[in-house]
């Protein structure tokens, strides 16, 4: 018959959509904002880990030959964390001048700073994961509030008076988890690897910096 929907249409992600009503628009904003972050911190933070295991064995083979100069050289043209910390101490042991104390000091500023870079754009997703379920459960409020609006002005109960509101209910519910989980999940598996690329980053910036004072300490004493 002319005006009856075919077979699934109201299933379709369009029609859920509409029906959702007006909490969908934000609701879809958070997960592209969502899934731009963790797209763009997936691909830093594998490039960074890469880059890091190259890094370090690449200076440590150049340190046990005593290149130190290409070594620093090396460092400064490789992106990521960890070159950056083996650039400020290399840089600083190649002045001759500085204490183990000054050059701690430096490497924890510098490894200050790229955490910082290794932790933009958590917030955002943090955000997300805690905003998502809160518009959906506000997109539920509205709905029964419709759902109750629609029975105080017929003045009965009938299911097709309350079905249009419960649905709007379900499905921003619905939604709102749908965009959190992912997005919750993502933040944790980030803070993981962020905390693993740090510890390869102080284990072998450790390593690096020993050699070079084993290697300085030979070269005065000799």
Same mark, same amino acid.
């Given at each position: 018959?002319?005006?009856?929907?075919?077979?699934?249409?109201?299933?379709?992600?369009?029609?859920?959509?509409?029906?959702?009503?007006?909490?969908?628009?934000?609701?879809?904003?958070?997960?592209?904002?969502?899934?731009?972050?963790?797209?763009?911190?997936?691909?830093?933070?594998?490039?960074?880990?890469?880059?890091?295991?190259?890094?370090?064995?690449?200076?440590? %083979?150049?340190?046990?030959?005593?290149?130190?100069?290409?070594?620093?050289?090396?460092? %400064?043209?490789?992106?990521?964390?960890?070159?950056?910390?083996?650039?400020?101490?290399?840089?600083?042991?190649?002045?001759?001048?500085?204490?183990?104390?000054?050059?701690?000091?430096?490497?924890?500023?510098?490894?200050?700073? %790229?955490?910082? #870079?290794? %932790?933009?754009?958590?917030?955002?997703?943090?955000?997300?994961?805690?905003?998502?379920?809160?518009?959906?459960?506000?997109?539920?409020?509205?709905?029964?509030?419709?759902?109750?609006?629609?029975?105080?002005?017929?003045?009965?109960? &009938?299911?097709?008076?309350?079905?249009?509101?419960?649905?709007?209910?379900?499905?921003?519910?619905?939604?709102?988890?749908?965009?959190?989980?992912?997005?919750?999940?993502?933040?944790? #598996?980030?803070?993981?690897?962020?905390?693993?690329?740090?510890?390869?980053?102080?284990?072998?910036?450790?390593?690096?910096?020993?050699?070079?004072? &084993?290697?300085?300490?030979?070269?005065?004493?000799?």
């Amino acid at each position: 018959m002319q005006g009856e929907e075919p077979t699934g249409t109201s299933f379709t992600l369009l029609n859920m959509f509409a029906d959702g009503g007006a909490f969908m628009y934000p609701l879809i904003l958070c997960s592209l904002f969502g899934l731009g972050v963790i797209l763009a911190k997936s691909y830093a933070l594998i490039t960074a880990r890469r880059n890091s295991k190259r890094v370090l064995t690449a200076v440590e %083979e150049l340190i046990k030959a005593g290149k130190i100069d290409a070594a620093a050289t090396l460092a %400064e043209n490789t992106p990521g964390p960890v070159a950056a910390i083996l650039v400020t101490g290399l840089r600083r042991v190649q002045s001759r001048d500085t204490e183990a104390n000054d050059l701690g000091k430096a490497i924890k500023t510098t490894g200050a700073i %790229e955490l910082g #870079f290794l %932790e933009r754009g958590l917030p955002i997703l943090a955000t997300v994961s805690n905003v998502a379920p809160l518009l959906g459960f506000l997109g539920t409020v509205a709905g029964m509030i419709t759902a109750f609006g629609a029975i105080a002005t017929a003045g009965q109960v &009938e299911a097709s008076l309350v079905a249009g509101g419960i649905k709007v209910a379900l499905i921003t519910t619905a939604t709102g988890l749908i965009i959190a989980v992912p997005v919750n999940v993502c933040y944790n #598996f980030f803070v993981t690897r962020i905390d693993l690329l740090i510890m390869d980053m102080e284990m072998g910036a450790a390593r690096i910096f020993n050699l070079v004072w &084993e290697m300085t300490d030979a070269q005065a004493a000799g």
